[in-house]
T-cell receptor
Framework: QKEVEQNSGPLSVPEGAIASLNCTYSDRGSQSFFWYRQYSGKSPELIMFIYSNGDKEDGRFTAQLNKASQYVSLLIRDSQPSDSATYLCAVSNTGKLIFGQGTTLQVKP | DTGVSQNPRHKITKRGQNVTFRCDPISEHNRLYWYRQTLGQGPEFLTYFQNEAQLEKSRLLSDRFSAERPKGSFSTLEIQRTEQGDSAMYLC????????????FGPGTRLTVL
């Protein structure tokens, strides 16, 4: 079992819709959770991070944690074509990040 | 704040050659991380430093890989006797001290082993 699992996609949504991205993690001791966006050929860019004590909203982005199910989600409201990218979920326990393989999101105009 | 920088940005080498990459973190960041990313995969942890001390090294990292951060500032990652399987993007990230575990990535070094 991989430590962090994501559906590789692609996830396709129309412009203006809500995109829902998910990942599961295996280490119950994980304390912080990250979502990165990565455009093709570029390095990952941090979008949001949350601690194990709660959800977080930042503009069009909402990160949610379900500790009982060991499940993290990222919601993107009013999706734009510029949101088309690979979204990487990562978890941290001892300082280093463990990444999932990423989900490719396609937002169609 | 100039961000994390990495050099070179691209490196093409022949199998069996040694290569060295450099990472300059954000100046006040005391933690520095190396990751490797292959096509279609997420970044894979290699090693990390707190100041000049190497705190953790991935068990997946063979003895051909070595990293240093001699003065707690920039870091180098050396790969000896490169193999075609070493072809990947090598990413460096840095993190500030204190409670925010944010990791800022550099632009990466793309290694191609022929």
């Amino acid at each position: 079992q991989k430590e962090v699992e994501q559906n590789s996609g692609p996830l396709s949504v129309p412009e203006g819709a809500i995109a829902s991205l998910n990942c599961t993690y295996s280490d119950r001791g994980s304390q912080s959770f990250f979502w990165y966006r990565q455009y093709s050929g570029k390095s990952p860019e941090l979008i949001m991070f949350i601690y194990s004590n709660g959800d977080k909203e930042d503009g069009r982005f909402t990160a949610q944690l379900n500790k009982a199910s060991q499940y993290v989600s990222l919601l993107i409201r009013d999706s734009q074509p510029s949101d088309s990218a690979t979204y990487l979920c990562a978890v941290s326990n001892t300082g280093k990040l463990i990444f999932g393989q990423g989900t490719t999101l396609q937002v169609k105009p | 704040d100039t961000g994390v920088s990495q050099n070179p940005r691209h490196k093409i080498t022949k199998r069996g050659q040694n290569v060295t990459f450099r990472c300059d973190p954000i100046s006040e960041h005391n933690r520095l991380y190396w990751y490797r990313q292959t096509l279609g995969q997420g970044p894979e942890f290699l090693t990390y430093f707190q100041n000049e001390a190497q705190l953790e090294k991935s068990r997946l990292l063979s003895d051909r890989f070595s990293a240093e951060r001699p003065k707690g500032s920039f870091s180098t990652l050396e790969i000896q006797r490169t193999e075609q399987g070493d072809s990947a993007m090598y990413l460096c990230a840095s993190s500030s001290p204190g409670g925010i575990p944010t990791k800022f990535f550099g632009p990466g070094t793309r290694l191609t082993v022929l």
